[in-house]
């Protein structure tokens, strides 16, 4: 089955890395995973043609935004790396997503959308400066308009693992043990998504 790890940050940050590759490790190895950093894509942005819906590909002449939509499509479980600081999609992050829309759901004649495929699962990692951290951002460290992106693609958030600050040797560990179950969750749920 596919992993797919979508690396939002615009900033190599070694331990958001280390998170992510911990996460990595937790997969089970007969998962193939396949990682994509947002801000080494060349993506034109959506003209909102419309011409996508209701069954198509994005009409646009072809860039990356075409191969992460069939990337998304096939993809069993999705991983997003975000910045703790702003958990949302940065601008590349959101024109990638905006593209990839029909690879997510389709529209009915009703202009309804529905998930191409639903109970996929997703985790999310956000790191962090403390300084800069949202007030009660610890429970839920995603923003409307990601969840709602995740809702309507059929993704079913089983875990997030945010941490504010930075990681010291001393808890690394912890963390990338949590990050190494939270593969291991995704891993057990991908044969349950449709």
């Known amino acids: 089955m596919n992993v797919l790890i979508l690396n939002?940050?615009?900033?190599?940050?070694?331990?958001?890395?280390?998170?992510?590759?911990?996460?990595?490790d937790g997969i089970a190895a007969s998962h193939k995973i396949q990682w994509v950093d947002?801000?080494?894509?060349?993506?034109?942005?959506?003209q909102n043609?419309?011409?996508?819906?209701?069954?198509?590909?994005?009409?646009?002449?072809?860039?990356?935004a075409h191969h992460i939509g069939r990337l998304l499509f096939a993809a069993d479980a999705l991983v997003?790396?975000?910045?703790?600081?702003?958990?949302?999609?940065t601008t590349p992050g959101s024109a990638l997503l905006e593209r990839c829309r029909s690879a997510l759901a389709y529209r009915d004649e009703n202009g309804a959308s529905h998930p191409w495929r639903k109970h996929r699962p997703a985790a999310v990692i956000?790191?962090?400066?403390?300084k800069a951290a949202r007030p009660g951002a610890g429970?839920?460290?995603?923003?409307?308009?990601?969840?709602?992106?995740?809702?309507?693609?059929?993704?079913?958030?089983?875990?997030?693992l945010q941490e504010c600050g930075?990681?010291?040797?001393?808890?690394?560990?912890?963390?990338?043990?949590?990050?190494?179950?939270?593969g291991r969750e995704l891993s057990e749920r991908m044969y349950f998504a449709v």
């Open 8 to 24: 939002d940050h615009c900033v190599k940050n070694p331990a958001e890395l280390k998170l992510l590759k911990g996460l990595c």
């Open 38 to 46: 947002a801000h080494q894509l060349e993506v034109q942005p959506c």
């Open 49 to 64: 043609c419309q011409k996508c819906h209701p069954f198509g590909e994005c009409v646009l002449p072809e860039d990356d």
């Open 80 to 89: 997003l790396g975000l910045s703790a600081n702003a958990p949302n999609l």
């Open 126 to 130: 956000a790191l962090g400066a403390a």
């Open 139 to 160: 429970a839920d460290p995603l923003r409307p308009g990601l969840r709602s992106m995740l809702n309507t693609g059929g993704f079913t958030l089983v875990g997030t």
């Open 166 to 182: 930075e990681m010291e040797s001393a808890d690394a560990l912890p963390l990338i043990q949590r990050a190494q179950n939270l």
